[in-house]
Every structure is written in C-alpha cells, then in structure tokens.
C-alpha cells in the first residue's frame, strides 16, 4: 500500500476579492424579467402583432379570438398580462373592452435589455 501525495491547497485569496459586481440591481433585474415573462407566451407576441398593425388604432377582444384560435376568456387573459405589463392601454365601450399600443412600449423592452448590459452596451 502506497501513502497518496498531500493534495494541493488552492490559494483561494486569488479569485474572491476580485469577483465582478452586477451592474444591474436586484430590483431592475425583476422588473426587466416581468416584462420579458409578459412577452413570453407565442399567442402574447400574436396579439401585440395584430394589435400593433391595426389601422384603426384599437382592437375589440371579439375580433381577435378567431385569427389566434383560442376562446374569448384566454385572449382575455393574455391581454390583461399585456395591460398589466405596459404594452397595452385597454378602454371598454358598452360591452366590449378595446386595446391599444402604448406607445413606445416595445422600444422600452430595447432599452429594458441594453441594461442588463450595463453602461457600456447601453
């Protein structure tokens, strides 16, 4: 039987102090992923799309469950993650709600992301 060699004890004063510093906070890297969770769902980026290219400027919930295939209460859902995340402004006339962009929104999802590159990528 063989005595094993001692093993090598790292210098681990080395590594530590010099570990890079997030230039981003904890509260905007929240923020910057709830909007990104919003745009996160296929039929989501279906509806800004159509809502987005619309002429008239707002689209009736009754008009967009037919080009996406889903029912009237999951377009609803999806539309209220939309509002919610600040993509979308929502007016209801009589019985039907009707949505809009906001503008700048989907420039505001650019700069969410030039961010999280700190200030050299922003």
Request: glycine share 6%.
């Amino acid at each position: 039987m063989t005595i094993a060699e001692p093993l090598e004890l790292r210098d681990v004063t080395v590594c530590a102090p010099n570990a890079p510093h997030s230039s981003i906070s904890a509260e905007r890297a929240a923020e910057v992923a709830a909007t990104l969770k919003a745009l996160a769902d296929p039929a989501r980026i279906r509806l800004l799309s159509i809502i987005f290219a619309s002429e008239e400027g707002a689209v009736c919930v009754c008009d967009l469950t037919q080009p996406l295939g889903l029912g009237q209460p999951t377009v609803s859902h999806h539309l209220k993650i939309l509002v919610a995340a600040g993509f979308l402004s929502r007016e209801k006339r009589g019985t039907w709600a009707y949505f809009s962009p906001v503008p700048g929104a989907l420039e505001r999802v650019t700069s969410d992301l030039a961010s999280v590159g700190g200030p050299a990528n922003a």
